[in-house]
């Protein structure tokens, strides 16, 4: 296979492409399942099934650990925000039209909410205890898209 590819970090930038868009088909298959009553819903629901596929082995070492160091930080946001931002910008405008958000520039929201999720899962993928790690960060996810939202958080 590495003879189709000029080089090695063509043929790796061609899995990673492979598994973004399987991220994003496995992403939307969640939130449709989940069959989520309001906007918030979806998108703690896109949220809890990025940190669950992030946290797969081979998600982890791919697209958290090995994609940053071989594309470099540029290589690895622009592949991020092309196969993740579209469906932020779209769970985020419901928010808006359901009016659970302020009307605001969905793409510079949707830029840094897909950050935010981004470092979620880096945390998750460093963590010494990733399944711990995990219930953290999707608490403070949770939090952050329902203060986002201006609903009430849930008592502790």
């Known amino acids: 296979m590495y003879h189709q590819y000029a080089d090695k970090t063509k043929l790796f930038l061609a899995v990673i492409e492979a598994v973004e868009a399987d991220v994003i088909e496995r992403l939307t298959a969640a939130v449709v399942a989940a069959e989520p009553g309001t906007p ?3 998108l703690r629901t896109a ?3 990025w940190l669950d596929i992030a946290s797969e082995p081979e998600v982890r070492q791919l697209v958290l650990l090995d994609a940053p160091s071989v594309l470099g930080w540029a ?3 622009e592949i991020s925000l092309r196969y993740g931002l579209g469906m ?4 985020l405008s419901a928010a808006v039209e359901a009016d659970q958000l302020t009307p605001q520039p969905i793409r510079p929201l949707a830029t840094i909410m897909l950050g935010a999720l981004d ?3 880096m945390s998750i993928a460093s963590a ?3 399944e711990h ?4 960060v999707r ?11 201006g609903l009430p958080h849930p008592p502790s």
């Open 40 to 42: 918030a819903d979806a």
């Open 47 to 49: 949220a809890d099934a």
């Open 128 to 130: 010494e205890d990733p």
């Open 119 to 121: 470092e979620a899962a």
């Open 139 to 149: 608490t403070v996810v949770h939090n952050l898209i329902d203060g986002l939202l």
């Open 133 to 136: 790690e995990k219930g953290e």
């Open 75 to 77: 290589g690895f946001r």
């Open 88 to 91: 932020t910008e779209q769970l």
